[in-house]
């Protein structure tokens, strides 16, 4: 895989690793506080993306970085340990087969912030899309 890989195979990477990372985490989350769960499996993914910097030769001095970055950077990292923390306590309360779809009402949410914050215009087939994704959320949310 190379850095011309399509955006689209990323991202359908990124699907098949979130889908197998809940259900890892249901089987993980067992017999532990969900909060130190999440904190187990941060420390596992510092791990594997350091090692993964430095292998690859990626490593840059964080002093070069803008200011401007470190600031987003901080934000998503505070999102992300939110989103995270939330994601473990449902898991271990849920079925990951009904909590990790919920999970991805993310998907609308992500496209309402773009469209709000960064001038993002999905088109009329892209905001059908993002309905239909909504719509399953609900339907998979409401009680049998």
């Known amino acids: 895989m190379t850095e011309s890989w399509s955006w689209f195979g ?3 990477l990124s699907a098949v690793f979130a889908a197998l990372t809940a259900v890892f985490a249901k089987v993980g ?3 532990v506080d969900s909060d130190l769960a999440t904190l187990i499996r941060t420390a596992v993914i510092i791990a594997a993306l350091g090692c993964f910097v430095w292998v690859t030769g990626r490593w ?4 070069e ?9 901080t934000l998503s ?5 939110a989103s995270w ?5 449902a898991l271990k309360l849920g079925a990951a087969s009904k909590v ?3 999970d991805k009402l993310s998907v609308v949410l992500v496209a309402v912030f773009a469209y709000l914050f960064l001038a993002e215009r999905p088109s009329l087939r892209d905001w ?10 609900v339907v998979l949310a409401l009680k049998r």
Request: hydrophobic share 50%; aromatic share 14%.
């Open 128 to 137: 059908i899309g993002i309905t239909l994704v909504g719509a399953g959320v």
């Open 100 to 102: 990790a779809p919920v």
């Open 60 to 63: 840059r001095n964080p002093s």
């Open 29 to 31: 989350v067992q017999g």
């Open 65 to 73: 970085i803008g200011s401007r970055t470190w600031w987003f950077l």
């Open 77 to 81: 990292g505070l999102a992300t340990g």
């Open 85 to 89: 923390v939330c994601y473990f306590r």
């Open 10 to 12: 990323w991202a359908l």
